[in-house]
């Protein structure tokens, strides 16, 4: 299967060249992930995979 994910950057956390991100240096083409979501109390994996790619659009002003 393919997951198309949009996660919102306005803090910069997933942009790969900000060395200040929590998730530095981590996020990388090529790199295993995890889609995972918890409900009463059990957790599944809605996805697992590979990083295809990572594009990154800069917003000037936070989303409302």
Do not use: C, Q
């Amino acid at each position: 299967g393919r997951a198309t994910v949009v996660f919102d950057n306005y803090e910069r956390k997933f942009s790969t060249p900000n060395s200040a991100s929590p998730y530095y240096p981590h996020l990388h083409p090529g790199k295993a992930a995890r889609l995972r979501a918890t409900h009463g109390g059990s957790t599944y994996t809605l996805f697992a995979g590979v990083v295809w790619s990572l594009i990154t659009i800069w917003m000037p002003t936070a989303p409302s």
